[in-house]
C-alpha cells in the first residue's frame, strides 16, 4: 500500500481536534485503516490531537474522552517494545522525534518496522516532514514486506537488521530486483553480517545504521558500512560514555554499554539484558556475535534465562546446515565456559518480538 504525502495531509484535515486511540491490528491492515492511522499521525506532529497507540486483534480509532483538556496535544504515546523486559507506556513530542536524517523528497521508503513502535513513528514523521512517500504491509511479515515493496518501488528501506534478514530468506530473488537506494537499519545492533548483506542486496545504495532511544529519539548514525561507530559521531557535548562503558545523554545513563576499539565504539548490550552467571556478567550480543561466525550457522539468537542456582544462564536459538550437536561441540572450543548456551535449539526461523528484534529476556 503506497501513500504520498498529499495523499496523507489532505486526510488529516478531516481529523478532529482532541485526544484519540488507535488500536492497530496484528494481523491485516486494509488501505482505509492504514491511511487513517497515518493521517491522525500528521495531525499529532501538527498539534491538533493527543494520540495513543497500541496493538489489538483488529483496527479500531475512537476518540478519547478529555474533559479537563489534560492531554497534551502534539504528542504520541505507544508500548515500549519490551526487548529486554516488561513492555511500558511512554509519550513523546512528535515535533521533537523527527530524526535529523534529511530525505529525498522524491523517495518512496519501505516501512519494515511494527507500526505501532517507536520506529515506525519515527521513520513515518520524518517522510512526512519531508514530503517522500510511503510503502506499508497489509502484514507485517517476510513475504508481504517483499511483495509491498516489490510493488510500490520503494525507493529506501528502514528496518530492523532481523527484519532484514528474514525477508532476504523469504525471497532473495525478488528483493534483489527492487532498486532500493538507500538502506537505514534501526531497532536493534547491526553486525558486520547485517551490514554485509544489505551491501549484497543492493551493492550501490547508501547503507546506514542509526542509534535511537525511546526517551531521546535520534541520537547518531553512521553510512561508512562498518559496524560500531566512530568517536567523534558518539562523543559530544551532550554525550559521554563513562568508565563502565555506560552513555550518558544530558547527564541522564542511557542504559546502553558499548566498548572502545582503537576509533569506533562498538555497541555490548543493555543494561538489563546482561547475564548475571554465578558473579560473572555476559554480554549475550557479545556471545551471539561469535556463535554467528562457526561455519554453518545462518543465524543465531542468544538470550538470558532466570535460573534457580547460577542467577542466569544463556539460551540459544540457531539456524543453518549445521546441527546441534556439532555447534555445541565447536563452541566448546570458541567460548569460555561460562558464556556457552546452557539451552540450545535448531529452528527454521529466529524467533523475534512483535517489534521486529530479537528478544534478549525469557
Same mark, same amino acid.
Given at each position: ?44 506532529? *501538527?498539534?491538533?490531537?493527543?494520540? #495513543? ?34 513492555? !511500558? ?7 521533537? %522525534? ?7 523528497? &522524491? ?14 513513528? #519515527?521513520?513515518?514523521? =520524518? ?11 497489509? $502484514? ?10 516489490? &510493488? ?10 532481523? $527484519? ?12 534483489? =530486483? ?45 553510512? &561508512? ?35 572502545? %576499539? &582503537? ?6 548490550? %543493555? ?56 555447534? %555445541? ?15 540450545? *535449539? !535448531? ?6 518480538? #512483535? ?8
Amino acid at each position: 500500500m503506497k501513500f504520498s504525502t498529499d495523499e496523507i495531509k489532505l486526510a488529516s484535515d478531516s481529523v478532529s481536534f482532541g485526544a484519540w486511540h488507535i488500536s492497530l491490528p496484528t494481523g491485516s491492515l486494509s488501505f482505509e485503516n492504514a491511511k487513517s492511522f497515518l493521517s491522525h499521525v500528521l495531525a499529532a506532529r *501538527q498539534g491538533k490531537i493527543f494520540l #495513543s497507540l497500541s496493538e489489538a486483534t483488529g483496527f479500531d480509532c475512537n476518540p478519547i474522552s478529555d474533559p479537563k483538556n489534560l492531554l497534551p496535544k502534539g504528542f504520541i504515546e505507544l508500548q515500549t517494545s519490551g526487548t529486554t523486559g516488561e513492555p !511500558k507506556r511512554h509519550s513523546f513530542s512528535a515535533e521533537s %522525534r523527527i530524526p535529523k536524517l534529511r530525505t529525498r523528497t &522524491d523517495f518512496c521508503w519501505g516501512v519494515g518496522y511494527a507500526l505501532s513502535k517507536f520506529a515506525a513513528i #519515527s521513520l513515518i514523521l =520524518q517522510v512526512l516532514e519531508f514530503e517522500g512517500s510511503l510503502s506499508i504491509p497489509e $502484514v507485517f511479515d517476510p513475504a508481504d514486506l517483499v511483495s509491498s515493496f516489490n &510493488d510500490d518501488r520503494v525507493d529506501a528501506i528502514s528496518t530492523t537488521p532481523s $527484519v532484514l534478514r528474514l525477508i532476504a530468506m523469504s525471497n532473495l530473488a525478488k528483493l534483489k =530486483q527492487i532498486e532500493v537506494k538507500q538502506i537505514t537499519l534501526g531497532g536493534e545492533h547491526s553486525s558486520q553480517a547485517i551490514i554485509d548483506l544489505a551491501i549484497d542486496l543492493w551493492p550501490s545504495a547508501s547503507v546506514t545504521h542509526v542509534y535511537a532511544t525511546t526517551e531521546d529519539g535520534f541520537l547518531f548514525s553512521c553510512s &561508512d558500512r562498518l559496524e560500531g561507530f566512530p568517536a567523534e559521531k558518539i562523543l559530544s557535548e551532550s554525550r559521554f560514555i563513562d568508565e563502565n562503558g555506560e552513555l550518558f545523554v544530558w547527564g541522564r545513563g542511557t542504559g546502553d554499554f558499548w566498548e572502545r %576499539r &582503537d576509533d569506533r565504539f562498538h555497541f555490548k548490550g %543493555r543494561v538489563a539484558e546482561v547475564a548475571n552467571i554465578g558473579g560473572f556478567k555476559v554480554w549475550p550480543i557479545e556471545v551471539e556475535k561469535l556463535v554467528a561466525k562457526v561455519p554453518g550457522v545462518d543465524d543465531a539468537r542468544v538470550f538470558v534465562v532466570k535460573n534457580s542456582l547460577l542467577g542466569h544462564v544463556l539460551g540459544l536459538e540457531f539456524s543453518g546446515t549445521i546441527e546441534k550437536n556439532e555447534l %555445541r561441540l565447536a563452541l566448546r572450543h570458541l567460548l569460555p565456559k561460562i558464556q556457552i548456551p546452557q539451552l540450545i *535449539q !535448531k529452528v527454521e526461523i529466529i524467533t523475534m518480538g #512483535s517489534s521486529g528484534k530479537k528478544a534478549r529476556i525469557e
